[in-house]
């Protein structure tokens, strides 16, 4: 009994330092008009775990589809431990270029990702009480919606109106308010907002 008041006591806590840290208040989505409107011209980049097609132009024998192992590297027939986590498809298909042309007069490369996971710090990592807690690929115009729906909503304890948002913003580390709970089940898409590469969402568990 005496362990589980100061579990409940502590849980309560943390509840409070959460939302005593969120006081800052966040845009709502933007309202799009077109498909290629995007949040800070995203592009995406290469990470581990990431198929990559890799095409050589009147070179089918080195062409293929290429693996990229946890370092962040790959290695094709006359390339050997090329890093390419963290790079575009385009930046990459031109640094292929570049090694080729010491074996091949003039290759010209395409590059496209089959299966996306991304590197970690492009990833969007949802905690607590989900359905699904999990690291989620950003994808372009990403919102709060669209990664609550990714992880399957809010479990029957959370407290989604008292869930935190992880964001490092020139380079520091900010905290903000979010309520998920009010989005979700109330349809008030004013509490949308627009994600963003690296974000942490945090939801904590209700306490009765």
């Known amino acids: 009994m005496e362990i589980s008041r100061i579990w409940v006591g502590a849980a309560a806590l943390i509840t409070v330092f959460l939302s005593g840290c969120a006081t800052q208040t966040l845009p709502t989505a933007q ?3 077109s498909l290629t409107t ?5 592009q995406y980049l290469v990470g581990p775990g990431d198929n990559l097609s890799i095409f050589v132009w009147r070179n089918p024998e080195i062409s293929g589809s290429f693996i990229v192992r946890p370092d962040g590297k790959v ?3 006359l390339v050997e431990d090329l890093d390419v986590s963290g790079k575009t498809p385009t930046m990459l298909a031109r640094e292929i270029e570049s090694e080729l042309s010491k074996y091949i007069n003039n290759p010209r490369v395409t590059v496209s990702v089959n299966n996306f996971s991304g590197p970690l710090s492009e990833q ?10 999990s690291a989620i690929s950003y994808t372009q115009n990403m919102t709060l919606l669209d990664l609550m729906i990714a992880v399957g909503g809010l479990t029957e304890f959370a407290n989604g109106n008292n869930a935190v948002l992880v964001r490092v913003v020139s380079g520091e580390q ?3 308010a979010l309520n998920i ?3 979700i089940k109330d349809g008030d898409i004013d509490k949308n907002i627009d994600m963003l590469p690296g974000d942490i969402v945090i939801i904590p ?4």
Do not use: D, Q
């Not at 995007?38 to 995203?42: S, T």
């Not at 568990?205 to 009765?208: D, H, V």
């Open 174 to 176: 900010k905290s903000y």
């Open 181 to 183: 709970e009010t989005l």
């Open 38 to 42: 995007n949040v800070n011209n995203y």
């Open 205 to 208: 568990e209700a306490w009765f």
């Open 75 to 77: 290695t094709t027939s």
């Open 31 to 33: 309202v799009r008009t």
């Open 124 to 133: 969007v990592r949802v905690i607590g009480e989900a359905t699904n807690p």
